[in-house]
Structures are given as structure tokens and as C-alpha cells.
């Protein structure tokens, strides 16, 4: 072969070659969710449970305020520190369940009236075992009316529907490491459960964004239109 042909293919091979490589790199990164062939589900990375000891001033903040929960709600009140018994579990309980560190709570009204509340109550405990403990007792055994929520948040999380003897009411319960919430809606907008779903999720990413050194932004009406997304 000449030299003049060996020069041709020379540069012909480096022409395609550099083709090549630029194909490669302007392709766009993947969606989120899915893998480099864009045809496989990727798993989120979890969110992060609650393992520290967080203060009660942080456990206030990451209670929802006004402009922060669902439309129609509002603080009724201010918001509270939970005695130990509150986070037992049942209704005649004396003294705080083992393992109880601290807690807060919060009553909100709906459009302005009484005759339909929801509450929110966080309960931190010294370890994710003590924790597990009550989040069992709180949620009860009534298996016919707890459901999975399509979209599980935290170690653990059920909600109950009409509870009890109750009628149009929620309750929804996450188990976070060592910390448990719960979320009541009793009436108002209690007959879609995405709403309890939404003020639960909300709670604990504020509870998360606390513990990582950062504001509690996170409101139960972004979780709600994320959710519907």
C-alpha cells in the first residue's frame, strides 16, 4: 500500500474515532429513575431515619404551622411539648413508655371551626427498638381497616381508616429510626387519606432537613401535589 493510501486510512480511522466520541458524550445524562439505557427503574435513595437526639425546639419547629398544612387548616392553639404518658399509646395510660426521651404536639382546626381537627404528635425515643415498640401500640390491630400507603415513607407506615367506633376520620403512623408520628384527621378533609399521607411526609422531611443542620421548608401541600404527580 502507498504511502499516500496509508495516510488516507490513517485519517479516516481518527475522523471516526472522533465521531464516535463526541456520539458518546452529547447523549443526555438519564432521567432520574432510570439507568444509562433508560429502560430500567433505578431505586431513590432512602430517606435518611431520625438517629439523633433531636432537641425539643427542633421537634416544635418540625411540627406544621399555619400556611404550612393542607387548605382550609390552621393552628388551633400553639403548638405543645408532649408529656411522656401522651406517647404511650392508650387512653388511661399514667406514666411515659420505655424508652420515651421527648415530645411534641399540635391541633388544627378546619375552616375555622371545631367541629372537624386533626392533630400531629411526634414522640422521640432513645433507640429505633423502643420506638418500634410503641409505633405498634399506637397503630392498634384493627388489620381490616389499615392499609399500606401507595407511597411507603419511613421504616414503618400504616394508616387506619375510621379507627374505633370513629366515622370520617384518618389516622395515619410513621416509624422513622427512633422516632414515631402520628397524624389524625377527624372529618373536614378526612375522606381522601392522601392528606394524612401528605402531613405525615411532611412532618418527617422537616424532621430530616432538621437533623442535616437545615430550615424545616417542607409543607404538606407540596407533598400532596408531588404525591399526585
Same mark, same amino acid.
Given at each position: 500500500?502507498?504511502?499516500?493510501?496509508?495516510?488516507?486510512? +490513517?485519517?479516516? #480511522?481518527?475522523?471516526?474515532?472522533?465521531? +464516535?466520541?463526541?456520539?458518546?458524550?452529547?447523549? !443526555?445524562?438519564?432521567? !432520574?429513575?432510570?439507568?444509562?439505557?433508560?429502560?430500567?427503574?433505578?431505586?431513590?435513595? +432512602?430517606?435518611?431515619?431520625?438517629?439523633?437526639?433531636?432537641?425539643? @425546639?427542633?421537634?416544635?419547629?418540625?411540627?406544621? /404551622?399555619? %400556611?404550612?398544612?393542607?387548605? %382550609?387548616?390552621?393552628? *388551633?392553639?400553639?403548638?405543645?411539648?408532649?408529656? =411522656?404518658?401522651?406517647?404511650? =399509646?392508650?387512653?388511661?395510660?399514667?406514666?411515659? !413508655?420505655?424508652?420515651?426521651?421527648? =415530645? /411534641?404536639?399540635? @391541633?388544627?382546626?378546619?375552616? %375555622?371551626?371545631?367541629?372537624?381537627?386533626?392533630?400531629?404528635?411526634?414522640?422521640?425515643?432513645?433507640?429505633?427498638?423502643?420506638? *418500634?415498640?410503641?409505633?405498634?401500640?399506637?397503630?392498634?390491630?384493627?388489620?381490616?381497616?389499615?392499609?399500606?400507603?401507595?407511597?411507603?415513607? =419511613?421504616?414503618?407506615?400504616?394508616? #387506619?381508616?375510621?379507627?374505633?367506633?370513629?366515622?370520617?376520620?384518618?389516622?395515619?403512623?410513621?416509624?422513622?429510626?427512633?422516632?414515631?408520628?402520628?397524624?389524625?384527621?377527624?372529618?373536614?378533609? +378526612?375522606?381522601?387519606?392522601?392528606?394524612?399521607?401528605?402531613?405525615? #411526609?411532611?412532618?418527617?422531611?422537616?424532621? &430530616?432537613?432538621?437533623?442535616? /443542620?437545615?430550615?424545616?421548608? #417542607?409543607?404538606?401541600?407540596?407533598?400532596?401535589?408531588?404525591?399526585? &404527580?
Amino acid at each position: 500500500m502507498s504511502r499516500a493510501r496509508l495516510t488516507l486510512v +490513517a485519517a479516516l #480511522v481518527g475522523i471516526a474515532t472522533l465521531t +464516535a466520541c463526541s456520539s458518546s458524550s452529547d447523549k !443526555p445524562a438519564p432521567a !432520574p429513575g432510570t439507568t444509562q439505557n433508560g429502560d430500567e427503574p433505578v431505586s431513590a435513595p +432512602a430517606p435518611k431515619p431520625i438517629t439523633k437526639e433531636l432537641p425539643q @425546639a427542633q421537634i416544635t419547629q418540625a411540627l406544621l /404551622g399555619d %400556611g404550612e398544612t393542607l387548605p %382550609g387548616w390552621s393552628l *388551633h392553639g400553639d403548638k405543645s411539648v408532649t408529656e =411522656g404518658q401522651y406517647c404511650n =399509646g392508650t387512653e388511661d395510660a399514667k406514666s411515659a !413508655p420505655a424508652g420515651w426521651v421527648r =415530645g /411534641g404536639d399540635s @391541633a388544627y382546626e378546619y375552616n %375555622g371551626s371545631t367541629n372537624d381537627m386533626a392533630y400531629i404528635e411526634i414522640c422521640l425515643f432513645k433507640s429505633a427498638d423502643d420506638a *418500634h415498640r410503641q409505633y405498634t401500640t399506637w397503630k392498634g390491630n384493627e388489620t381490616s381497616k389499615q392499609q399500606t400507603p401507595k407511597k411507603p415513607v =419511613g421504616d414503618e407506615n400504616t394508616l #387506619v381508616i375510621n379507627p374505633g367506633l370513629s366515622d370520617d376520620s384518618v389516622y395515619g403512623y410513621v416509624r422513622s429510626g427512633k422516632v414515631n408520628i402520628r397524624v389524625r384527621i377527624e372529618g373536614g378533609t +378526612a375522606g381522601d387519606p392522601s392528606g394524612t399521607q401528605a402531613m405525615l #411526609v411532611a412532618t418527617l422531611k422537616r424532621l &430530616q432537613q432538621l437533623q442535616d /443542620g437545615k430550615a424545616a421548608t #417542607v409543607t404538606a401541600l407540596d407533598e400532596q401535589a408531588t404525591a399526585r &404527580q
